[in-house]
Nanobody, 120 residues
Framework: QVQLVESGGGLVQAGGSLRLSCAAS????????MGWYRQAPGKQRESVAT???????TYAASVKGRFTISRDNAKNTVYLQMNSLKPEDTAVYYC??????????????WGQGTQVTVSS
């Protein structure tokens, strides 16, 4: 099992930047995929960016070129650098760990979320 704690959200003007952090309670070295998801009011949760344990990254089309996901295995932390923020990026951002657990199968762990609000 792993607990995830997000931080770094807040209020920022359009065009600004924020860096989100996701601290895990144990080593993330063996976790297959770490990712950031977001959910805006009245909308479904959507994938923003993911990173595998060999550093392969994927991005939603709406954030490609503006957001960067990275992981620091030594600090058990995943980051999301968000630049050129837009009002439509406003949402609660959640950290996710997607990993295979022996005798259980694929398991998802979630953080509690951090609010990002972008003003126009």
């Amino acid at each position: 099992q792993v607990q995830l704690v997000e931080s770094g959200g807040g209020l920022v003007q359009a065009g600004g930047s924020l860096r989100l952090s996701c601290a895990a309670s144990r080593s993330i070295f063996s976790i297959n995929n770490m990712g950031w998801y977001r959910q805006a009011p009245g909308k479904q949760r959507e994938s923003v960016a993911t990173i595998t344990n060999d550093d392969t990254t994927t991005y939603a089309a709406s954030v490609k070129g503006r957001f960067t996901i990275s992981r620091d295995n030594a600090k058990n932390t995943v980051y999301l650098q968000m630049n050129s923020l837009k009002p439509e990026d406003t949402a609660v951002y959640y950290c996710n760990a997607h990993t295979f657990v022996f005798r259980t199968g694929w398991v998802d762990y979630w953080g509690q979320g951090t609010q990002v609000t972008v003003s126009s």
